[in-house]
């Protein structure tokens, strides 16, 4: 069976990007076991499977352990699964390509080069004359309110501008397809709410399709179209909650107050802390 994530209704801003739509069929993976210790396979997935639409921002969520960061290098065709398969818009998924784009909860910037020539690297990767990539950098440096630090490095930077450049890294290739692993995991409260309203912000001008993995209940909800509930190793999908709530969400300043947003909050809580 497969799992289904409802659609978002805007169109995108660019044509040449239109977001992507995902399939996930029932894929399953192992990572062989220590060969010194004669160690079995280690059954990371079991079975996924999941249908997201064009522009949708889809989490997932599960406890540690559980396949997430796994499932998503597979989406992204950075890890192939043992079983079952990924599709694209109805293309196979047989290995990275140019019409996806990874956000790490570690930004990974080189630090011998500025903050406009970290955002500018992909794009070199991807053979963009020089200015092009130089104006398309300096376009998604200023969309995530870096302007001003594009000849900064990153040890000048604080840890959430590093995230922002990692993001601009990710924006400047235009992606039909946003995949982000925790990539607000590692900051402190008040730059991790202040990432959040920047994302969603973002987010509402193209609504790219996003399949986002974060550990925080309350980041999923505030941000998302539908939350995935994974179970424990070896990863399966649970459920499948769409959130039924207003959008644009940077504006509504109580939205955790919301008795609707407590009741996903305790679903989901509940949930993860089902027995298998």
């Known amino acids: 069976m497969v799992a289904q994530v409802g659609s978002a209704l805007s169109q995108p801003a660019s044509g040449d990007a239109r977001p992507a739509g995902v399939r996930v069929e029932r894929v399953g993976h192992e990572f062989p076991g220590s060969r010194q210790r004669n160690a079995p396979p280690v059954r990371a997935l079991a079975d996924v499977s999941l249908d997201v639409p064009p522009q949708t921002f889809v989490s997932i969520v599960g406890p540690s352990g559980c396949g997430k960061t796994t499932l998503l290098r ?11 398969a990924v599709w694209i818009d109805g293309a196979p ?4 390509a140019r019409d996806r784009a990874m956000v790490f909860q570690d930004a990974d910037l080189l630090p011998w080069r ?6 500018m690297f992909g794009l070199e990767v991807q053979g963009a004359p020089r200015a092009a ?13 870096l302007d001003g630090f594009e000849h900064h490095y990153p040890g000048q930077l604080s840890g959430g501008m590093r995230q922002r450049v990692g993001l601009a890294r990710a924006l400047s290739t235009d992606p039909r397809l946003l995949l982000m692993d925790e990539p607000f995991g590692a900051l402190d409260a008040q730059t991790r709410e202040a990432m959040q309203e920047e994302l969603l912000r973002l987010w509402e001008q193209d609504q790219k399709t996003v399949v986002f993995i974060t550990h925080s209940i309350d980041e999923a909800v505030l941000l998302s179209d539908t939350v995935v509930v994974m179970t424990a190793r070896p990863g399966t999908i649970r459920e499948v909650i769409p959130i039924e ?12 107050g919301d008795p609707r947003f407590a009741e996903y909050r305790r679903r989901i809580n509940a949930l993860l802390h089902e027995p298998r």
Do not use: K, S, Y
């Open 133 to 145: 990539c130089e104006a398309r950098a300096r376009e998604a440096i200023a969309r995530v309110g």
């Open 93 to 96: 998924v047989t290995g990275p």
């Open 74 to 84: 597979i989406i992204d065709g950075l890890v192939m699964p043992t079983t079952g």
């Open 245 to 256: 709530l207003p959008r644009p969400r940077w504006r509504e300043e109580d939205l955790r």
């Open 114 to 119: 500025t903050t406009l020539a970290n955002v």
